[in-house]
């Protein structure tokens, strides 16, 4: 019932930009907190940003001041904004419905930054 769907990933030179989009069906929107995720070769998957019903964020050190979650009620879409991209931000990166008693995925859209 729950589908979520990252687009936007790509190739980008360092100190590029991308912004990731994830569309959201089979809830009700508006009432979820969400989050985007990356999980890079070997590693584990990581919080990014996270974005609550009312629209408050919080974003792990490695992206502040770099990167921008919001989300769209309207069109039931979050996005992340990437921008200052650096090499180890290579990862693919999943959105995140955050449910009281587990998280429910998207397939995940990869992100390469290189020269």
């Known amino acids: 019932q729950v589908q979520l769907v990252e687009s936007g990933g790509g190739l980008v030179q360092p100190g590029g930009s991308l912004r990731l989009s994830c569309a959201a069906s089979?809830?009700?929107?508006?009432?979820?907190?969400m989050g985007w995720y990356r999980q890079a070769p070997g590693k584990q998957r990581d919080l990014v940003a996270f974005?609550?019903?009312?629209?408050?964020?919080n974003y792990a050190d490695s992206v502040k001041g770099r990167f921008t979650i919001s989300r769209d009620n309207a069109k039931n879409t979050m996005y992340l904004q990437m921008n200052s991209l650096k090499p180890g931000d290579t990862a693919v990166y999943y959105c995140?419905?955050?449910?009281?008693?587990?998280?429910?995925w998207g397939q995940g859209t990869q992100v390469t930054v290189s020269s």
């Open positions: 995140s419905l955050l449910a009281s008693d587990r998280n429910y």
């Open positions: 089979g809830i009700i929107f508006r009432l979820n907190a």
């Open positions: 974005i609550t019903s009312g629209g408050t964020t």
